[in-house]
């Protein structure tokens, strides 16, 4: 069905070539003006469309690349570490696996001049470098007879700062001279050095001093932690057990004995 439109009486009064007139001049001015401002957004959506997205830096297959396509793997590289730093060696703890690096003379040398030892210290220090032991035997041997080693002199200079500085006594001194392996003519010869009386004094002074801590005690159990305390400072035996009894029961030497309860 056709629709027709009443003209407006504007419409109506105007001529029609009037009306053909402002048609013509109206698709003049359109044909002057730039197609760019029509044309630009669609050229500009079309372009959008075909660029292509950019890279990823993801190094493993996209979502929509092909299954059968290869994957590039990048190697992983491995931190650096840090170079490891020598250590100053010491000639009695090298690795004798390694072999000695000089003759058993010089070694001998190095080892005496580092701090004093007994024949049994440097035998030991010798044979871990690696050394023969017929070899250290020989070393050793003409040591002896050059004085620079001395076995029995330096057994004595340890023993007397046992007794000064801590107040060892005979048995501590000979456990201390054994743990640094002098033989057992060097350690009876120091051991003869020492004054029987002064150890007697050691016993007695460390018995008292020990007694007074034992207060509240039954005499049984405070006997027996005195001669235990006794015999870890090296007295032990009769000499021990008088000591302990004195210190008891008043009769040491300072007349104040301990008091149970």
Known sequence: ?????RPSPGDAERPQGEDRGDLA????????????????PQREWATAEQEPEPESDFDGEREDASPSAPVELHPIRSLPTAA?????????????????????????????GRKARSSGELRRDLERL???????????????????????GLARI?????????????G??????????????????????????????????AA?????????????????????????RGWGGEPARRAVRDALQGRGRGGSGVRFQ
Do not use: C, N
């Open 208 to 232: 008292e001093d020990r007694a007074r801590r034992l207060t509240g005690l039954d005499p049984q159990t405070a006997e027996r932690r005195l001669l235990g305390y006794l015999a870890r």
């Open 130 to 152: 690696g050394h023969d032991p017929h070899e250290v035997s020989d070393v050793i041997d003409e040591f002896r007879e050059s004085l620079y080693l001395d076995d029995v």
């Open 25 to 40: 001049e109206v698709i003049s001015l359109r044909s002057k003006l730039p197609q760019r401002e029509w044309a630009q």
């Open 1 to 5: 069905m056709a629709v027709r439109f």
């Open 84 to 112: 490891p730093t020598e250590q100053p060696s010491d000639p009695a703890r090298e690795s004798a696996s390694e072999g000695p690096q000089r003759t058993t003379h010089e070694d001998a040398v190095r080892v005496l």
């Open 172 to 205: 501590q001194i000979r456990r201390k001279l054994q743990e640094r392996f002098f033989d057992d003519a060097a350690i009876e010869a120091a051991l003869a050095d020492l004054d029987e009386e002064q150890e007697d004094e050691l016993l007695r002074t």
């Open 158 to 170: 340890v023993t007397e700062k046992l007794r000064d500085t801590k107040g060892a006594s005979r």
